[in-house]
């Protein structure tokens, strides 16, 4: 079997469709959590008007048993508690995630730092030219799609606020602000939760394709899944406070154990929680 194909999933208890939505989870769950998948995934059913998509959210309470909280720990204890010493401006933070889609690190600190130096305050860079924004990036890979969207990002801001300023975001409860990034053309969900998360320290909970075949894996979000419902189902049982960390931590796992090819599922500090490491046994 192939650790990262759907595999026959491990049973999870359900409840039927159309009833009442169970609250029960483990001791380890705390009560504020166990209200917030309740709140959130009751919030969820009503406002989705058909029968089978209320069937599988209703399914998705079951994974609150897992013990999240635990598996947080564990992965604390081997990767270390993550210290977000990011915390920025959200503007520069947004930019500077467009800036890092499909190439390393590396290279989009570089043009993050060059679009800064030529352009030292962001309305310099709405009055510039998408080409020479374009330029000036150059060396971080699709270029003028980056370009073209932070020109775009930047004139919605300006003629919203009328100043270039999304430091308000800190203000705002997780929700509306996740709704507000959301609205501009070309910034994805992972942006905008990166963003949030990062600069913010809100507890949106980013998602990617390593973070996605980890939590397959582990059995917190269901082998067939959207992100929609992926990052609903994050929101409601990561404890608050708690995003970084494990966001963090899960990237570090799935570079150091849990590959995409041959996860190393005898070394791994939370394979008791891990429906994919429990089959191994
Ligand atoms: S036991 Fe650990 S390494 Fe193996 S699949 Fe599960 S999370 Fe990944």
Request: hydrophobic fraction near 40%.
């Amino acid at each position: 079997m192939s650790a990262s194909s759907p595999r026959k999933a491990k049973p999870h208890k359900t409840v039927q469709a159309h009833a009442p939505v169970s609250t029960n989870a483990p001791a380890e769950v705390p009560q504020h959590v166990q209200a917030k998948v309740s709140s959130n995934v009751q919030a969820e059913i009503s406002s989705n008007a058909l029968p089978e998509i209320s069937a599988t959210l209703q399914a998705d309470v079951s994974l609150n048993e897992k013990p999240v909280r635990y598996i947080i720990q564990n992965l604390e204890r081997t990767y270390g508690v993550p210290e977000n010493r990011r915390a920025a401006d959200p503007l520069d933070m947004l930019i500077g995630i467009i800036l890092s889609q499909a190439t390393s690190d590396v290279n989009s600190h570089r043009t993050f730092a060059a679009l800064k130096k030529r352009f030292p305050t962001w309305d310099a860079a709405l009055r510039a030219r998408t080409a020479t924004i374009a330029d000036t990036i150059r060396s971080g890979g699709l270029a003028n799609q980056k370009a073209e969207v932070i020109k775009s990002v930047l004139r919605q801001i300006k003629d919203e606020h009328g100043t270039l300023d999304l430091n308000f975001l800190h203000d705002l409860a997780p929700e509306a602000a996740v709704d507000y990034l959301s609205q501009f053309r070309g910034i994805g969900p992972k942006t905008v939760a990166c963003t949030l998360l990062f600069a913010c320290r809100k507890d949106v909970f980013p998602l990617d394709t390593h973070i996605f075949r980890i939590l397959r894996r582990v059995g917190l979000i269901p082998q067939k899944c959207t992100d929609k419902r992926a990052r609903a189902i994050m929101d409601a049982v990561v404890p608050s406070g708690k995003f970084y960390s494990f966001h963090v931590n899960l990237i570090r796992h799935g570079r150091a154990l849990c590959r995409p090819r041959e996860p190393l599922c005898e070394r791994c500090p939370i394979a008791e929680y891990c429906d994919y490491g429990r089959s191994l046994i």
